[in-house]
Structure formats: structure tokens, C-alpha cells
């Protein structure tokens, strides 16, 4: 995706397209009003994010030790960092070195800030009014990290020159920065001659302030062009304080992907490109600043959503679609059982006979001849229990088995009751009347059980109190216990 790089360096201000890891044509843009009328016309065009790279002198770095805070404390304790180093302006930032390991176990911070933001303002208001979507207002020193991650020295001084801004020396102590200082352009020097002149300089400085320690080496790394590197071999020499390390322009831009050939050792096009592949959160840039940006993100994230729902829908549908074309080869068999059956009962319907009976009256006839049926139930419906309750109780020898349709009895069923007369005798019992009663009554509760009424007409052994005592057990023991029930079956509704 397509990104505006800016550059912002003491006297220069230019605006590059970068692309697929390929930076395009650098347009200039002077510092003043004719010049800021062309950067507005250049953004009308150009409405991709951008990013804003500054390296001017007026960048100050301090190193504070303060106490290890969150939440609130910390916000208002860099609040009160911030009025009391950088008050006069917004761009400014605090970024956490590392913390102690022993004591309090506080935090070392480097604060830093652009102490001169006219220089930047009238670009950042040109972008605001053009509704240019800003990710960040980035300071190059804090964005050269990446280029010494990979050296074995915990204590570096990072060299590069920058055409439009000078030279930039920036000191890491184990990979995290500490220091940098800006060298304006001096029109009658040459860079090899800036390196000679200021290196031992910044040497200097660091020692004013222990860095490195005392006995520790300073790695040099310069980062040139191959047609420097021989100048600057002749005019450097290191000792044992001070080391000097070329790393070829050409070869970084390779590590970091950049399809941009290098013509010498300006190291700019390389910083940008760096910024726009790997680009951090934002060093100076507030809220106010890279709004565009957020409303930029927050549209995207809706056009991903609605592609989203979209694909999503899509998807519905095709699998609808093809569920619907499962069903219809489901529904296809059954459509043509249907279609033949109805052609069946077509069939049947014109085999009927003619006949002038309304539709009404074969209704009605229908449903009287279901209820004459109720009147005169099959046999096979009465006796199918009681033919089972005898298949249980194989003692009661059946004499005699009639029945007949009963009004008086069907209370409560509607429909006419069929009394049942059963005679028998009971087999195998001998003189023992008083077993053999109990298993007539337990046939009785059999049959009461399965649904009959069960009236006793007649028993073995007249035990009520009308009857006389007497009974000839020969008789009884020859012929066997006889009886006679009343069996009455009524119809269900």
C-alpha cells in the first residue's frame, strides 16, 4: 500500500511516494507560503497516509532517573517532566531506557522533545487542513535502531549523513538510545571530513559523561557509500578507545529490502524507507495530530467488515442455494409418488357406480351403521377376556356358555349390555368346599379385573344367611362343585 513520506531538516522540506518497498521522485517544497501553496496542491493528489520524519538541530534529549509509577502518578509525574524541561512545545515524548535492578528499582528515562516547533507547524497544519491521514511524527535517531541490532558492541556511535539536514551521530549503550547530535551541512566541507572533524568531538562529550565506562571501547559505525569508504579509511584510525565500522550503504538497504539503488552515502532515501517497512509508534504526534489517521482506520475497519458481510452473506446464500437443490432432487421421487397416486384415485373415483345419493346422505347412512354396529358387538370381542381368565384358572370345567343383548343392564354404557350365563363346576377339590370358594372367588376377581361385571347366581356352598346348613360331600366329591355366574359385558363409547 502507498504512503507520503516527509522529510523535515533544518532548511529543506520534501515529500517522496513510497511503494511496494520503492521509494519515488523527491519534490521540495520551500519554506514559505509560495511553497506550502505547492505542498497543498501536491496533497490534493496524494491522499495516502503519511508519515512525517523530522532531523533538525533543535532536538534535545535528557536521561532523568524517577521513581518506577503507574497510572495516574506516572501521567502526572512526566506532566510535570514535560513543564519543567519542554514547556514551549507539543512535541515531546518520554521513553523508558530500562529499569534499575536493585534499590527503589527506579525507572531510566530519556525525555525528548522538538524545542523549536515553528519549524514543523505550518506542514502539520497543511496536512490538517488537506484531512491528510498522519501515522506519526517520527524523530530519526529514535528510528536508526534497527540498523545496529544486529552489531555484537554494547557501546555504538551511529554515523550518517543526511544531504538536505548534515551529519548525525547517535550513541546507544546496549542497544537503546541515549544521545544524538546533529552537525549542519558546511558547503565548503565534505562528509569524510565532517566524520574526521567531529567524531573525536562527540568522543569527548561521551567521556565528560562516562560513556562508556572507563576501560570500555567506543564502536564507530559509519554507515557510507563504497566510493567513501576509502577516503574515510585513509583519514580515520582507530585506537584503543576508539573503534571505526563501515557499513556499506548499499548492503543495508538490501537487509532491509529496499529496491532503491544508492547512489552515494546520503542515508536518507534508507532511513525512509526503514520508517515506512517498519515504521513505531509514533515519537511526537498527539490525538489532534493523527485524527485523519484514526477516522482513516475506522473507515477501512467498516469496508472490511462489510466485505466481511458480504462474503458472508454470499456464502449464505450459495449454500442455500445448493440445499435448495438437494431438496428439489429429494422432492422430485415424492412429487411422482404423489402424481401417481392421485392418478390411482382418479382411477378408483371413475370406477365407481353412478349412483343419485347425495354426498350428505351416504354421510349420514356411514355413521348410523357405525352405531348400529356398537348395538350387536362379534362374539369374538365379548369372550376374548373371559376366554383368557379360563386359560389361568384350568379348575373351572365349563358346563354350559350363553349370552344375550341386555337394556336393563348397560347403564351406565349407551349402548346395550350383553349378559353372559355361565354354568360350570369346579374339578379336583373333594370335600375341601371352604378352597374350593376361594378359588371361585379369585376367578370372579379375574374376571372384574379384565373389565366384566360378575354376579354370583348360584355356588358350590349356599354360605349366605337364607341358606340351610346341609350338603351331601359325595355328591359333591362325585359330580364336583357347581355354579352358575351372571357375566355382564358392556360396550366402551
Not at 552515502?265 to 534508507?270: E, F, G, R, V
Not at 370358594?437 to 374376571?447: M, P
Request: proline content about 5%; aromatic content about 10%; hydrophobic content about 40%.
Amino acid at each position: 500500500m502507498a504512503r507520503t513520506l516527509l522529510f523535515i531538516s533544518a532548511d529543506a522540506f520534501h515529500a517522496t511516494i513510497w511503494n511496494g518497498g520503492m521509494l519515488g521522485t523527491t519534490q521540495t517544497f520551500s519554506n514559505d507560503a509560495n511553497g506550502r501553496e505547492n505542498f497543498s496542491a501536491f496533497l490534493k493528489h496524494h491522499r495516502d497516509p503519511a508519515y512525517m520524519l523530522v532531523d533538525v538541530i533543535e532536538e534535545d534529549f535528557r536521561l532523568e532517573t524517577v521513581p518506577h509509577l503507574s497510572g495516574s502518578a506516572r501521567k502526572d509525574l512526566f506532566a510535570r517532566k514535560f513543564e519543567q524541561f519542554y514547556r514551549g512545545t507539543p512535541f515531546r515524548q518520554a521513553l523508558l531506557l530500562q529499569r534499575q535492578t536493585e534499590g527503589r528499582r527506579d525507572d531510566e528515562m530519556l525525555f525528548s522533545a522538538l524545542t523549536n516547533p515553528q519549524r514543523i507547524s505550518p506542514w502539520l497544519d497543511a496536512l490538517l487542513v488537506n484531512r491528510i491521514p498522519l501515522i506519526g511524527i517520527y524523530s530519526l535517531p529514535n528510528i536508526s535502531t534497527p540498523l545496529i541490532k544486529d552489531t555484537p558492541s554494547d557501546h555504538i556511535l551511529l554515523l550518517s549523513w543526511e544531504k538536505d539536514a548534515g551529519l548525525r551521530q547517535t550513541y546507544f549503550n546496549n542497544k537503546r538510545l541515549h544521545f544524538s547530535r546533529l552537525i549542519p551541512v558546511n558547503g565548503n566541507g565534505s562528509f569524510t571530513e565532517s566524520v574526521a572533524t567531529e567524531t573525536p568531538r562527540t568522543q569527548q562529550y561521551l567521556k565528560s559523561l562516562s560513556l562508556p565506562p572507563p576501560g570500555e571501547v567506543l564502536d564507530v559505525y559509519i554507515i557510507c557509500h563504497a566510493r567513501d569508504r576509502s577516503a574515510l579509511q585513509a583519514s580515520l584510525e582507530s585506537n584503543s578507545e576508539l573503534r571505526y565500522t563501515y557499513l556499506d550503504i548499499q548492503e543495508q538497504g538490501k537487509r532491509v529490502k529496499s529496491k532503491n539503488n544508492f547512489s552515494d552515502s546520503d542515508a536518507t532515501p534508507l532511513l525512509l524507507h526503514l520508517l515506512a517497512s517498519k515504521a513505531p509508534g509514533s515519537h511526537y504526534a498527539n490525538s489532534d495530530h493523527t485524527h485523519f489517521y484514526m477516522l482513516w482506520q475506522l473507515r477501512r475497519l467498516l469496508f472490511l467488515l462489510a466485505a466481511a458481510t458480504a462474503l458472508a452473506g454470499i456464502l449464505w446464500s450459495g449454500m442455500a442455494f445448493w440445499q435448495g437443490e438437494i431438496y428439489d432432487e429429494e422432492t422430485e421421487p415424492l412429487l411422482v409418488e404423489t402424481e401417481r397416486n392421485n392418478q390411482q384415485a382418479q382411477q378408483i373415483q371413475q370406477g365407481f357406480a353412478n349412483t343419485t345419493v347425495p354426498a350428505a346422505d351416504m354421510k349420514t347412512a356411514v355413521l348410523l351403521s357405525r352405531k348400529l354396529s356398537q348395538y350387536t358387538p362379534p362374539a369374538e370381542e365379548i369372550l376374548r377376556e373371559l376366554t383368557l381368565v379360563l386359560d389361568k384358572f384350568s379348575q373351572v370345567k365349563v358346563a354350559k356358555l350363553a349370552w344375550q343383548a341386555s337394556a336393563a343392564d348397560a347403564p351406565p354404557s349407551a349402548y346395550p349390555a350383553q349378559v353372559i350365563t355361565l354354568e360350570g363346576s369346579l374339578a379336583d377339590f373333594g370335600a375341601e368346599h371352604r378352597r374350593a370358594l376361594n378359588y371361585l372367588e379369585r376367578f370372579q376377581q379375574a374376571l372384574t379385573q379384565q373389565g366384566y361385571t360378575v354376579i354370583a347366581q348360584k355356588l358350590p356352598l349356599d354360605v349366605s344367611s337364607k341358606g340351610s346348613l346341609s350338603g351331601d360331600a359325595s355328591i359333591a366329591g362325585s359330580g364336583g362343585a357347581q355354579f352358575t355366574l351372571k357375566i355382564i359385558w358392556r360396550q366402551t363409547e
